[in-house]
């Protein structure tokens, strides 16, 4: 303002210039007088004081108070296990030992590390660094560029829908875990009510049990498998997706111990969950090193370890190889789904995010690699004694840990001990995932609605309740198809869709540049060239190839051998769409929402919110060249 100026002069105790007691170690906490200087019209000058945050204490971005009093983590280590124990979920048990198996073995991790480092590392290092700086959840983190608000919800919503199923996984877990407490495991012989007349306990055959269609893996009547689908699941109740029946009453009771088991992790944010993730993320890796020292003693342990571990370079001249190692570093390390960003945002502002990202990032991928010797030894041990091959035995998801690898436990000595012992590893392998994916939905829309911020409690609640409500229909006798269609549409094309998006956001029309800059004033130093090129050109030209890609091999819904009717295709892609069209919609409001020509509406839209007086001024950095050039 004319006639008005504001100087800001740090007023330091007079024992801090002492170079005895340098200022780290002085315990006094820095302020600044802000002293503004009046000329009034007669020349007489008045002063004002008033006492304002110093630039060093500041906790956010330029524009954001000073005083911003949002919780941090207790200790960093809450940090660091909360992020490893969403990062490390059942994929990395179910899913990474199968793809390293069948896409050549060792050299499968040729493409895997590739898109480690050039993707899956920088995407990782851009959501927590995006979070901490900002001390947003999902959705106003993008007050530093407005128009890609949408993306926020995007990201929001399909949490909440992995929600739905990915507790039912737990809840199936709970269920083995109670039917493990039994002196003979109930999958281990024929002759319980479930079990039809076609049951039959698998006994060293040659391969005789077996016609030459079938793997030992996709055979339906052993007792295991008889177990999971009539036992667990009532699959024979139903005829298919459009046949679902009501729920069952015994996995509903293991659901609302999961919902009970989330909302008293998260009621009290990262106070309590922080505390939480002490015992389930560390737990997964003591039970996988007991499971992985047992495995290897077992016959037959090292041929499966060997399976495991072959190397065919001949597999790397197959596209599918290199689609499966860049969808699984993908979603192994669990960017876009909001929760990097939540949890991020709970830092203090000079935490080291860049060192968190690399430690946890590669803790996840060699548990993932680690985890495959715990299963193929176990495989290996299974084809031996049924006299299969080891690709007979092998397999992935639902599959493996609910019907193979249990079979095999049921016939070592102290099997009750050790079915006990993994489906425990598989509950704390879940629940802190979905602990994470919780608390971006919470974080991300407690931050944009300030009524809710204020009622945490309550609104936990509710969004506990309400997985729990949607997640009904995967108990029912049909549940499954319920589940399958959800977990190949709710985060598929449209999670990799919205980090794309997200990394557009960012990289272009915020300015790798200024990112950069924000992550100087957090941590001291700029990332380097490399990490820059990555998030200008190379994450987001891998992510468009994938997005891509995921499109172009999408196929019809299949469940062994039932085939989904279309209707139910177009109502998985009405699912995936719902989450995505958040972003065209929001960016189509955001635009006319904002007040002035078509030009300056533009500019209001792709400009940070704290820096929209620039607009006026003309002075808007996106409408020029040297922004778009900049890295």
């Known amino acids: 303002l004319p006639g008005k100026t504001k100087m800001n002069i740090q007023v330091v105790p007079e024992h801090k210039l002492s170079s005895v007691a340098p200022l780290k170690q002085c315990n006094v906490e820095k302020k600044e007088v802000e002293l503004i200087l009046v000329k009034d019209q007669n020349g007489v000058q008045y002063t004002s004081t008033s006492i304002v945050p110093s630039p060093t204490n500041h906790v956010g971005p330029p524009g954001s108070s000073g005083g911003d009093e949002r919780e941090t983590w207790g200790k960093k280590i809450d940090f660091l296990l909360s992020v490893i124990g969403f990062a490390v979920d059942l994929a990395n048990v179910w899913r990474f030992p199968f793809l390293c198996y069948k896409n050549g073995g060792g050299a499968f991790l040729i493409p895997y590390i590739l898109f480690l480092l050039i993707a899956g590392m920088p995407?990782?290092?851009?959501?927590?660094?995006?979070?901490?700086?900002?001390?947003?959840?999902?959705?106003?983190?993008?007050k530093i560029c407005p128009v890609f608000k949408g993306v926020g919800y995007t990201v929001i919503l399909i949490a909440f829908y992995v929600g739905f199923y990915y507790n039912v996984i737990i809840a199936w877990s709970i269920h083995y875990l109670?039917?493990?407490?039994?002196?003979?495991?109930?999958?281990?012989?024929?002759?319980?009510?479930?079990?039809?007349?076609?049951?039959?306990?698998?006994?060293p055959m040659n391969g005789s049990f077996l016609d030459n269609r079938t793997s030992y893996a996709k055979n339906k009547n052993t007792p295991a498998a008889e177990y999971y689908e009539r036992g667990v699941l009532h699959l024979h109740e139903s005829r298919g997706i459009g046949d679902l029946g009501p729920p069952r009453w015994e996995l509903s009771l293991c659901l609302v111990a999961v919902v009970f088991i989330l909302y008293f992790s998260l009621w009290k944010g990262v106070k309590s969950s922080g505390k939480v993730v002490y015992i389930t993320a560390t737990m997964p890796y003591i039970v996988l090193f007991v499971l992985l020292i047992r495995g290897i003693t077992l016959p037959g342990a090292m041929d499966g370890i060997r399976a495991y571990l072959h190397i065919d370079l001949k597999m790397l001249n197959n596209p599918k190889v290199w689609i499966d190692a860049a969808?699984?570093?993908?979603?192994?390390?669990?960017?876009?789904?909001?929760?990097?960003?939540?949890?991020?945002?709970?830092?203090?502002?000079?935490?080291?995010?860049?060192?968190?990202?690399?430690?946890?990032?590669?803790?996840?991928?060699?548990?993932?690699?680690?985890?495959?010797f715990a299963i193929f030894s176990v495989l290996g041990y299974m084809a031996q004694k049924h006299g299969v091959r080891i690709e007979d035995v092998a397999t992935e998801g639902p599959g493996l840990v609910f019907i193979i690898y249990p079979e095999a436990i049921s016939t070592l000595p102290g099997s009750t001990f050790?079915?006990?012992?993994?489906?425990?590893?598989?509950?704390t392998l879940g629940i802190d995932s979905s602990m994470g994916g919780m608390e971006a939905v919470i974080t991300g829309l407690a931050d944009d609605f300030k009524i809710l911020k204020k009622h945490r409690k309550l609104f936990t609640f509710a969004t506990a309740f309400g997985t729990f409500l949607f997640a009904l229909l995967c108990i029912t006798n049909g549940g499954i198809y319920v589940l399958t269609l959800l977990d190949s549409y709710a985060a598929g094309t449209s999670i990799l869709f919205g980090v794309l998006i997200e990394a557009i956001g960012v990289s272009w029309f915020y300015g790798v540049d200024r990112f950069s800059e924000d992550i100087e004033r957090m941590m001291g130093f700029k990332p380097g060239l490399y990490w820059r090129l990555c998030w200008k050109f190379v994450s987001p030209t891998f992510l468009l190839v994938v997005?891509?890609?995921?499109?172009?091999?999408s196929t019809g819904l299949t469940l062994d051998d039932y085939v989904f009717p279309p209707w139910s295709n177009v109502v998985g892609w009405g699912v995936a769409l719902s989450s995505m069209l958040f972003v065209p919609v929001y960016a189509?409001?955001?635009?006319?929402?904002?007040?002035?020509?078509?030009?300056?509406?533009?500019?209001?839209?792709?400009?940070?919110?704290?820096?929209?007086?620039l607009v006026k001024e003309g002075n808007i950095r996106q409408f020029t060249l040297k922004h778009w050039l900049a890295i």
């Open 123 to 142: 995407l990782f290092y851009m959501e927590l660094a995006l979070g901490q700086y900002n001390r947003e959840g999902a959705a106003t983190v993008w």
């Open 178 to 203: 109670f039917a493990s407490m039994t002196n003979e495991l109930p999958w281990l012989h024929c002759g319980n009510p479930w079990n039809t007349p076609n049951c039959t306990v698998p006994q």
């Open 327 to 372: 969808t699984q570093i993908f979603y192994s390390l669990g960017a876009g789904f909001g929760v990097l960003i939540a949890f991020a945002s709970y830092n203090k502002f000079d935490n080291n995010c860049y060192r968190d990202a690399l430690l946890t990032s590669t803790i996840n991928c060699v548990t993932s690699f680690v985890s495959g």
């Open 418 to 427: 050790w079915a006990i012992v993994f489906f425990i590893m598989l509950l």
């Open 547 to 553: 997005v891509i890609a995921s499109i172009v091999t």
């Open 588 to 613: 189509v409001y955001k635009f006319f929402s904002m007040p002035g020509t078509f030009k300056e509406r533009i500019a209001y839209c792709v400009t940070p919110e704290h820096e929209h007086h």
